[in-house]
T-cell receptor, first 114, second 113 residues
Framework: EAGVAQSPRYKIIEKRQSVAFWCNPI?????LYWYQQILGQGPKLLIQ????????DSQLPKDRFSAERLKGVDSTLKIQPAKLEDSAVYLC????????????FGSGTRLTVV | QKEVEQNSGPLSVPEGAIASLNCTYS??????FFWYRQYSGKSPELIMS????GDKEDGRFTAQLNKASQYVSLLIRDSQPSDSATYLC?????????????FGDGTTLTVKP
C-alpha cells in the first residue's frame, strides 16, 4: 500500500511571502489532517477533512492559513503571508475515520521562514 | 494543565534494559490511545494502539492502560539502540476534540550500547 505523499520536503521563504504544501493520502482514507509540529513539541492540529468537507478548522489561523481538499482526495495547505513563527514541520496524515483509528503520516514539509 | 502530558525526559537506558514511558490525559471520556515513534528528522510512525484497560503486547512493546487513573504507558523490553527516538502519546478525546488525536510533546529515549 502506498503511503501518504507530501511535497515539497523542504522550503525556505522570507517573511511575508506565500507558500503551499501538497498532500495525497492513502487510497480509501476518508479523513485527512494537517498538523503543525514545532521543534521539541508534539504535533498540533490545524485542520481536519472528512472526504472533501471541513470537519474542524478551529485551530487554523484563518487570517493567513487556508486549506482545501478537492474531490475528496489530495489536499493543499497555504500560508499567506508567512511569519517567522510559522517555521515548523507541516505534517499531513490520513486515517480510515475518526475515533478508533490511528494515523499514517506523510514525510512532512520542513518550512523555514527567514 | 496540558491535555496530554508525558515525562519530559530525556530517558536513557542501557541496551537490553526495559524502557518505561508514561503518559497522562485530562479527558476522562477518552476511548482510544496510541503510541507513535518519531526518529530525528522523520515523521511519526504508529507503533501501538490500545482501547481497553489492561495490557496489550506486540513483540517487544507492551502498552498499558488504566482509564480510572487516566494513565497510559509503553514498555519496551530488551531495548535496542535502534529504539532511540522520541515517543509520542496520542489520545482521541471525544469530549474536547471530537475523536481526533491530541498529542503529548513526547519523551526522547536513548538506548546506550
Amino acid at each position: 500500500e502506498a503511503g501518504v505523499a507530501q511535497s515539497p520536503r523542504y522550503k525556505i521563504i522570507e517573511k511575508r511571502q506565500s507558500v503551499a504544501f501538497w498532500c495525497n493520502p492513502i487510497s480509501g482514507h476518508a479523513t485527512l489532517y494537517w498538523y503543525q509540529q514545532i521543534l521539541g513539541q508534539g504535533p498540533k492540529l490545524l485542520i481536519q477533512f472528512q472526504n472533501n468537507g471541513v470537519v474542524d478548522d478551529s485551530q487554523l489561523p484563518k487570517d493567513r492559513f487556508s486549506a482545501e481538499r478537492l474531490k475528496g482526495v489530495d489536499s493543499t495547505l497555504k500560508i499567506q503571508p508567512a511569519k517567522l513563527e510559522d517555521s515548523a514541520v507541516y505534517l499531513c496524515a490520513s486515517s480510515l475515520g475518526t475515533g478508533v483509528y490511528g494515523y499514517t503520516f506523510g514525510s512532512g514539509t520542513r518550512l523555514t521562514v527567514v | 494543565q496540558k491535555e496530554v502530558e508525558q515525562n519530559s525526559g530525556p530517558l536513557s537506558v542501557p541496551e537490553g534494559a526495559i524502557a518505561s514511558l508514561n503518559c497522562t490525559y485530562s479527558d476522562r471520556g477518552s476511548q482510544s490511545f496510541f503510541w507513535y515513534r518519531q526518529y530525528s528528522g522523520k515523521s511519526p510512525e504508529l507503533i501501538m494502539s490500545i482501547y481497553s484497560n489492561g495490557d496489550k503486547e506486540d513483540g517487544r512493546f507492551t502498552a498499558q492502560l488504566n482509564k480510572a487513573s487516566q494513565y497510559v504507558s509503553l514498555l519496551i523490553r530488551d531495548s535496542q539502540p535502534s529504539d532511540s527516538a522520541t515517543y509520542l502519546c496520542a489520545v482521541n478525546m471525544f469530549r474536547t476534540n471530537a475523536g481526533k488525536s491530541t498529542f503529548g510533546d513526547g519523551t526522547t529515549l536513548t538506548v546506550k550500547p
